[in-house]
């Protein structure tokens, strides 16, 4: 029999070494996301959708997660997986920057190599991501749910900016084999700090009792068919599909449009950017305040300020839309602001609520749970990037100008923002009937790893 004791809740310090962990997450995507994006079209001169279809994969290979969650609920503790994840990671993002070296003399070899890379990150990113916010829904108090979220996506967000200054400092004047030296250095420092943040976290006395040894052991697929018959949880996966796609969609023509409607220079277009992830930080600060100090129905409120964020977002890319239509006539530095502070509410909002549905159940298996949704999300990115920007370029050859061809996008993608907000409602009112979340006292999505 089993002498494991239920997992004490996590207090705040917990919850930050949790969030130094999403940092590294984030300290090593951004090496591959963006520093090697660069290189391949600038440096290398290889077309654009060559580093968008490495980051494709990595997204597509992201449909394994569940399996990740399901293996962790299995076997009762998450931490190893956690540290395995963050140790493919390293590696991938390592044989990654190798590639792009390579490709500067064999751009086929370089290519070959960066897909076997880019598929081993997104293998570290699903095991080491999910995991870790499935541990931090199962060990987070209900009333902290909300807070939880905007540290540790805060906290990415400052490995992000922190790995992209002080790794660009490094990297001149540029070489190949300094590009993979400040890699190999980023992805090892950012393994060593995750790995110190979840020493510990696990102890042997509260490891919970695996889900195999509480009843016959289930198969992974069986699981998986269990978890979507569940009501809430399949319509919170097409909830997580649309919002994502809403809010990927935008990520690549925000500076175009700056530049091409505004003429915005590089450096302002830019600089546009950082007023976009200042409303972004504003709007998660305010939800995790309001969300820790509200007092009863946190789940309720939860999914009301996912609602009103999905409506907020909608209206601010329908501004957006207006300001495309009628030229620099509109302040553009307010509005983007506003949509990141829409964007931001939205999102603690949703993985708030994401984390309250994981171990609404009390079956332990959040994991699994978060698996499905990351995967939703991943899906929901590998698509939302490309097919914003197709969709500008397709408008654009139809019609010519891209004032019209960035009005209809920004409307098309305002209106999947509203119709994300419509799924949010709907989602709720399914709660009572199978996962019993009018009981629970809180609420909490992921915007990208």
Request: aromatic letters at 8%.
């Amino acid at each position: 029999m089993s002498t494991a004791t239920a997992p004490s809740t996590l207090g705040w310090l917990g919850v930050i070494r949790l969030g130094l962990v999403q940092s590294a997450l984030g300290a090593i995507i951004i090496i591959c996301t963006s520093t090697l994006n660069r290189v391949m079209v600038v440096e290398i001169g290889l077309a654009a959708m060559v580093p968008g279809a490495l980051v494709g994969l990595h997204y597509g290979v992201q449909m394994s997660r569940p399996h990740w969650g399901h293996g962790a609920d299995e076997g009762g503790k998450r931490a190893p997986w956690i540290i395995g994840g963050m140790a493919t990671l390293a590696v991938g993002a390592i044989g990654a920057a190798i590639a792009t070296a390579v490709m500067a003399s064999s751009p086929w070899l370089g290519i070959a190599l960066a897909v076997v890379a880019f598929a081993i990150i997104g293998v570290g990113v699903g095991a080491a991501g999910t995991n870790l916010l499935a541990l931090l829904a199962a060990r987070t108090a209900p009333n902290r749910k909300a807070a939880a979220a905007a540290i540790v996506w805060i906290m990415m967000i400052f490995g992000f900016v922190l790995t992209a200054g002080l790794s660009g400092q490094f990297l001149d004047p540029f070489t190949y084999s300094r590009l993979v030296v400040v890699t190999a250095c980023v992805s090892a420092i950012a393994f060593a700090v995750a790995t110190l943040a979840v020493w510990g976290l696990e102890t042997k006395h509260e490891a919970r009792k695996p889900v195999a040894a509480k009843s016959s052991s289930i198969g992974f697929k069986e699981t998986l068919i269990e978890i979507w018959s569940e009501t809430t949880a399949r319509r919170f996966t097409i909830f997580v599909f649309v919002s994502m796609l809403a809010y990927s969609a935008q990520d690549l023509i925000l500076e175009p449009f700056a530049g091409l409607v505004y003429d915005y220079t590089p450096g302002e277009s830019t600089g546009l950017a950082g007023v976009q992830n200042g409303g972004v930080l504003l709007g998660m600060i305010i939800t995790a305040i309001v969300g820790t100090t509200i007092g009863k129905s946190r789940a309720r409120f939860m999914r009301a300020w996912t609602f009103g964020g999905c409506i907020a977002s909608a209206l601010a890319l329908a501004a957006l839309a207006g300001a495309a239509w009628t030229g620099p006539a509109w302040p553009l530095d307010p509005l983007v602001f506003a949509l990141g502070l829409a964007n931001g509410a939205f999102a603690v909002a949703a993985i708030g609520s994401m984390m309250t549905l994981a171990s609404a159940a009390g079956d332990q298996r959040e994991g699994i749970r978060m698996g499905l949704w990351g995967a939703s999300q991943a899906i929901a990115f590998a698509i939302g990037g490309f097919a914003g920007a197709a969709a500008l370029d397709g408008v654009r050859t139809l019609l010519g100008e891209p004032n019209i061809a960035f009005t209809v996008v920004f409307a098309v993608e305002g209106a999947l923002f509203a119709v994300a907000g419509g799924l949010a409602l709907w989602v709720g009112r399914t709660s009572a009937d199978d996962m019993t979340l009018p009981v629970l006292p809180a609420g909490d999505i992921l915007p990208a790893e």
